[in-house]
């Protein structure tokens, strides 16, 4: 050991660390927990515009919240990049053709073609409402429970693939996303994750100046009727899981010529056929407001744990004892925007 001689004034120690044993490597990270994108029929966009109609034969799985997604290997989980590039806003594409059959519902994965991220759908539920996908929960992800072929012809061993949602499709080869108002509306794709607002507004604008003769005066109530007896005043809901559908059927109207004692105003939304009414409503008025009578009423129902597909429409009671009474719809004078005069609104998270 060296003596320090304090006497020579102050004195600087300069120590040099020695580095202790390196410890074990921890584990890798995999990047993303949950994938990141999201299935769309526009090209660039994750989210759908909703004020446009939209028709594809080619779907999407566009980046979101990230361009990675957990897939896993038969051996690990590893997280994947499934754009070009860090710029790249379309992502992954596939286009079903005749192997998307008019009228099926099919889920959605990503799984590894030679190493690199692809789309493909698996097999078609039996049923509207009834998905025959074989999921099981991995790591917190729904993945394929068993070996499955998927529609392009590619099998895929158990649980190598990541399910990113469902589609409804309707023409052969064909997607349709319909938000603007109007009749036989409908929103074919559906996501897992990353879910946004869905909302579907059917509605009927007649001719300016033209009535509307909402329904037939008979004898037999209840008896329901399509809004101005049209099945196309209608919407279908889609959802790949159990989860709340909200509709919301709500009719404004204007009744001229009321001569008679009351009329009775009803409103329903009917889920899978005219008669199955749900969440009725009725107003009556009577005839003492004579002229110019503005009339409202609206139906509620909130269809809880659906899944699948299914048609609601706009229902209105056919047995009210209107007595040649003249409906119009207030948008016909000018005093209320279409969708406030006869719309049925469809909400739910997709």
């Known amino acids: 050991m060296t003596a320090i001689d304090l006497t020579q004034g102050p004195v600087t120690l300069v120590v040099t660390p020695v580095p202790g044993p390196q410890g074990p490597a921890g584990p890798a990270g995999m990047g993303a927990s949950f994938p990141g994108g999201r299935l769309t029929l526009v090209s660039g966009h994750p989210e759908m515009p909703q004020n446009a109609d939209h028709i594809s034969t080619v779907l999407y ?53 030679d190493g690199s991220p692809a789309l493909c759908t698996g097999p078609a539920w039996p049923g509207d409402s009834t998905a025959s996908r074989g999921l099981v929960r991995r790591n917190g992800l729904w993945v394929n429970a068993a070996a499955m072929t998927c529609d392009v012809g590619l099998v895929i061993a158990e649980h190598q693939a990541t399910w990113v949602g ?14 603007t108002l109007g009749q036989n509306r ?30 037939k005066p008979q004898n037999q109530y209840p008896a329901w009727q399509a809004f101005n007896n049209d099945l196309n005043n209608a919407g279908c809901y889609f959802t790949g899981l159990p989860q709340t559908v909200e509709c919301e059927y709500i009719q404004r109207g204007f009744m001229d010529s009321l001569n008679f ?11 899978g056929s005219i008669t199955n009414a749900k969440g009725t409503l009725g107003t009556v008025s009577s005839d003492t407001l004579k002229d110019a009578l503005g009339v409202q009423t ?24 209107l007595r040649g009474i003249s409906m119009w719809g207030i948008t016909n004078l000018g005093a209320r925007a279409p969708e406030e005069s006869h719309v049925m609104w469809i909400k739910y998270q997709g």
């Open 61 to 113: 799985y566009a980046p979101f919240e990230s361009d990675k997604i957990p897939l896993f290997d038969g051996t690990s989980w590893v997280s994947h990049t499934f754009t070009s590039g860090p710029l790249d806003p379309i992502g992954l594409s596939m286009v079903g053709g005749a192997a998307w059959s008019a009228g099926t519902k099919r889920d959605v994965f990503v799984t590894l073609v």
């Open 166 to 179: 469902s589609i409804n499709i309707g023409a052969t080869g064909a997607l349709e996303a319909k938000f």
């Open 186 to 215: 409908r929103c074919d794709v559906w996501n897992v994750y990353h879910q946004r607002e869905i909302l579907l507004g059917v509605g009927a604008t007649p001719p300016a100046g033209s009535p509307i003769i909402v329904w």
């Open 261 to 271: 004692g009351y009329c009775a105003f009803f409103t329903a939304v009917c889920k």
């Open 298 to 321: 609206f139906a509620v129902f909130k269809d809880r744990g659906t899944v699948g597909a299914h048609r609601v429409f706009m229902g209105t009671a056919n047995a009210n004892q």
